[in-house]
């Protein structure tokens, strides 16, 4: 069936991701000369609790891994049944994520060769619905005692391999074989077609489950080359369940990198994919604001966001909730020494806690003249100011080399111009945007040349 060894392996565990989660139960069984050579299975001692969802799961509880080996006393016999083989599994990435982890956590590299039978199931049934081993087992009446137990499961993909070899024969299953270990990286519900469809041009992208729900939106100036690159890292939890979850790709080129940033930022906060965390809308801010207090700088935290009557020299900080930056408003006082009471952090009458302490200079009293304390508060605080408009006018920028334009002020989209040059939409409440804000402001520092100011 196969023209080396491979070893058929299935894992049960505390959870989804190696970061988080241990072995709990592994299996592996050797195939080799077209026939089973070695057979392992052990229970793991994960040392940490087992969920109760894991233990309805698989029957494993607790009382069942006092007495099992931890998983570095049975590291060498799993090395020894996997020599020279190829690592075989259902959804491949899973199991092997988890047992590298393992190997690495003893100081032991693991890095096999991989085959998955998701993908070996679409190469050849591709006009089946459904690759999970549970559609297999049934589809096939593939017989098992313990569903969910490692040894059972590992023995139902080589059932399965078995079955699939017989249907198609040496020649269509070794092609759908080597076609796999020249890709192993692809994830296993993906087609390559798609794929392969990608152009290398700026653009978004965007990853979708089998229902074509979106769970995953990127973008890149060269789409290609950063939709492979997904698949290419199997040290990362998130990389490896976007790598599970995702059926189709869809792209969408662009013009340029700022067509295709602000477009990601506009899906991603419309369509909340579940793997994306950095850019959901933010639609009200802790801001810090300045003011004076006498002759010296101060700070307030208020709720709200920028407006087109925003004054932006005023707002030094934008945080997605009050407690993210009062944690700013401490550290930042710490480092430079400034005054908790004019940082807004303390509050009563007389001296700072802090210069009792030694770590005010006594702004609070007067003892730190004005010139010193509020040039060394605009440094610390520099690195969170919102920078000031640096135009008097409304400024267009090109989104593609159609002559689409965005029309731009106080850092804020307030319209789109089509490539007759018409108004083709106009924001009727323009929005400040956090992550907008830092990419237009890249754009505008590195494409100066692109700037055409609006005569209003």
């Not at 408003?329 to 210069?355: I, N, W």
Request: charged share 25%; proline share 4%.
């Amino acid at each position: 069936m196969f023209e080396y060894p491979v070893v058929f392996v299935d894992i049960e565990t505390t959870g989804g991701s190696y970061r988080t989660s241990r072995i709990l139960e592994v299996a592996a069984i050797r195939y080799e000369h077209g026939k089973v050579t070695a057979e392992f299975s052990s229970l793991v001692n994960p040392e940490t609790y087992i969920p109760a969802s894991i233990t309805s799961l698989t029957g494993i509880t607790e009382g069942d891994i006092v007495d099992a080996p931890v998983f570095a006393d049975i590291a060498d016999e799993f090395a020894e049944i996997m020599d020279g083989a190829v690592f075989v599994a259902h959804n491949v990435r899973f199991d092997y994520s988890f047992i590298k982890n393992e190997f690495a956590m003893i100081g032991t590299n693991f890095s096999p060769k991989l085959l998955c039978t998701v993908r070996l199931s679409r190469y050849l049934y591709k006009q089946e619905q459904g690759h999970s081993l549970a559609k297999l087992i049934a589809r096939y009446d593939i017989p098992f005692t313990d569903r969910h137990r490692a040894l059972d499961d590992a023995r139902a993909i080589l059932y399965f391999s078995q079955l699939a070899f017989d249907q198609h024969g040496i020649e269509a299953f070794n092609a759908a074989i080597h076609h796999q270990l020249k890709s192993q990286s692809l994830p296993p519900n993906l087609e390559k077609s798609e794929l392969d469809a990608i152009e290398d041009v700026p653009g978004v992208y965007i990853f979708q489950d089998e229902t074509r729900q979106p769970i995953y939106v990127g973008k890149s100036v060269t789409l290609k080359k950063r939709v492979m690159s997904h698949f290419q890292d199997l040290t990362s939890s998130k990389e490896i369940k976007i790598s599970q979850s995702v059926h189709h790709v869809e792209t969408i080129p662009t013009g340029n990198e700022l067509a295709a940033l602000l477009l990601e930022s506009k899906l991603v906060k419309e369509m909340k994919p579940i793997y994306n965390r950095m850019l959901r809308r933010v639609s009200s801010y802790a801001m810090l604001i300045k003011s004076m207090e006498g002759d010296y700088a101060s700070i307030r935290i208020k709720q709200g966001n920028v407006d087109t009557d925003t004054d932006l020299d005023s707002v030094y900080g934008m945080y997605p909730s009050r407690m993210k930056a009062k944690n700013s408003l401490l550290e930042t006082t710490r480092v430079f020494q400034l005054c908790p009471k004019l940082m807004g952090l303390e509050t009563g009458k007389g001296a700072c806690f802090s210069y009792s302490l030694g770590k005010c200079k006594g702004a609070c009293v007067g003892k730190e003249t004005p010139e010193l304390y509020n040039r060394r508060f605009e440094i610390a605080m520099e690195h969170s100011r919102l920078k000031s408009w640096p135009y008097d006018t409304p400024i267009s920028l090109p989104v593609n080399t159609n002559g689409e334009q965005v029309i731009i002020k106080n850092w804020m989209i307030q319209g789109y111009v089509d490539e007759s040059g018409e108004v083709a939409y106009e924001m009727t409440e323009p929005n400040f945007d956090m992550d907008e804000y830092k990419i237009i402001q890249r754009f505008i520092r590195e494409n100066k040349q692109y700037i055409q100011p609006i005569i209003e």
